[in-house]
């Protein structure tokens, strides 16, 4: 079969394949669809994508993981995302008792979470939600996506989530992300490090690369305690902090190598969980 394109003097001939050979596009006929708020579905997966894994070694951290929990009132959804350093986890009430049963959890793969995200990016009203069969399908009045999700386990996340309170720091958000962009313009892949020590009402960063030089700052923080030094990536910090809508940011350190996270002043709804680095 060819298919033949024309206009004035231009012609085309572009080969086709046979219709047999397109993938079977499974039956919605039957398939319930769940209401969502697009507002909802944009900003979950704008706090939790950056911090999914490019390793395709380990293609079940290749996405985000979606599961539901139920109450007699209404259901959450709730995202999360690892690469194994960071892991970011937000949570939504959908509003609807009755939403999309997903106890066991999918995972949704990086391209087909990026399509969602452009989908509903300019959609102001509700979107569709179903899953069926290892197949995730959205649509909007106009459009329908079929996303193929990934076949595998996602690692138990409720493992990282550290069960002792650590020291918690109250942060001016602008004044910290913009602390550590100044950091991130010396560092490199091989030195992405930045060293917090918090003292009596301040926080001083410091980032040294052989190969550049050494940065150094400080800012003004609700802390009063003895002196603490911790290190983490520079990066993994400022993606955290960058989608916090709060303008005060919530700082956890935890003791010797436990993880940092990373919070909205006053929001349960997202943290963000960052490795320590060995100083």
Aim: with cysteine; charged share 30%.
């Amino acid at each position: 079969d060819v298919v033949i394109l024309t206009c004035n003097k231009a012609l085309y001939r572009l080969p086709g394949i046979p219709a047999d050979d397109y993938p079977v596009v499974a039956d919605r006929e039957e398939l319930p669809f769940h209401r969502i708020k697009a507002s909802i579905l944009k900003e979950m997966i704008r706090k939790v994508s950056f911090a999914m894994s490019t390793d395709e070694m380990r293609k079940n951290l290749n996405g985000v993981f979606v599961e539901t929990e139920k109450s007699e009132e209404t259901s959450l959804l709730r995202m999360v995302a690892t690469d194994g350093h960071r892991l970011s986890m937000v949570k939504a009430d959908t509003g609807d008792k009755d939403f999309l049963s997903l106890e066991k959890g999918i995972i949704l793969p990086r391209k087909g979470l990026g399509e969602i995200r452009r989908l509903v990016e300019d959609e102001t009203g509700d979107v569709f939600v179903g899953v069926r069969q290892g197949v995730c399908i959205v649509k909007t009045d106009h459009t329908l996506l079929r996303v193929s999700l990934i076949d595998g386990e996602y690692p138990d996340y409720r493992r990282v989530i550290p069960s002792e309170k650590g020291i918690v720091l109250q942060m001016d958000k602008n004044m910290i992300l913009h602390a550590l962009r100044r950091m991130s313009v010396i560092s490199s892949e091989r030195y992405n490090g930045v060293i917090m020590t918090v003292n009596n009402g301040k926080v001083t960063l410091n980032s040294t690369n052989p190969d550049v030089g050494e940065a150094n700052d400080e800012i003004e923080i609700d802390y009063q305690g003895e002196e603490k030094s911790v290190g983490y990536n520079v990066t993994y910090l400022a993606d955290a902090i960058e989608v916090i809508d709060e303008e005060k940011v919530e700082f956890e350190i935890g003791e010797g190598m436990k993880p940092g996270i990373i919070r909205g002043g006053g929001n349960e709804n997202y943290f963000c969980i960052v490795m320590p680095l060995k100083l």
